[in-house]
Nanobody, 126 residues
Framework: VQLQASGGGLVQAGGSLRLSCAAS????????MGWFRQAPGKEREFVVG????????YYADSVKGRFTISRDNAENTVYLQMNSLKPKDTALYYC????????????????????WGQGTLVTVSS
């Protein structure tokens, strides 16, 4: 599967953005999805994971209550709605996919994701 992330940009603190991740291929529903981010000089970190069937999600504590992941299997797209953005949310955001045979399983481990998009930059000004 190939992934194309979009929707990043510059926003003021407290603002919102919605990121999209469009996937190619006809077996999108076979993949569990996730969003990760990497700030300058820092390691890539987990943001949120989504199970293959869409029934399970897992959010990093730093974004819980502010970010929401959703997926549209008909459109082969995953979304990340980001509200109440903070300057520390500034990073390059990546969507990722992994083949998953357990419908409800979520993973926060980057090594389990075999497919990555190119990243979209989110900058939050104070």
């Amino acid at each position: 599967v190939q992934l194309q992330a979009s929707g990043g940009g510059l926003v003021q603190a407290g603002g919102s953005l919605r990121l999209s991740c469009a996937a190619s291929g006809r077996t999108f529903s076979s993949y569990a999805m996730g969003w990760f981010r990497q700030a300058p000089g820092k390691e890539r970190e987990f943001v949120v994971g989504f199970s293959r069937n869409g029934g399970s999600t897992y959010y990093a504590d730093s974004v819980k209550g502010r970010f929401t992941i959703s997926r549209d299997n008909a459109e082969n797209t995953v979304y990340l709605q980001m509200n109440s953005l903070k300057p520390k949310d500034t990073a390059l955001y990546y969507c990722a996919a992994r083949i998953e045979y357990i419908p409800y399983r979520v993973s926060a481990r980057p090594v389990e994701y075999g497919y990555w998009g190119q990243g979209t930059l989110v900058t939050v000004s104070s």
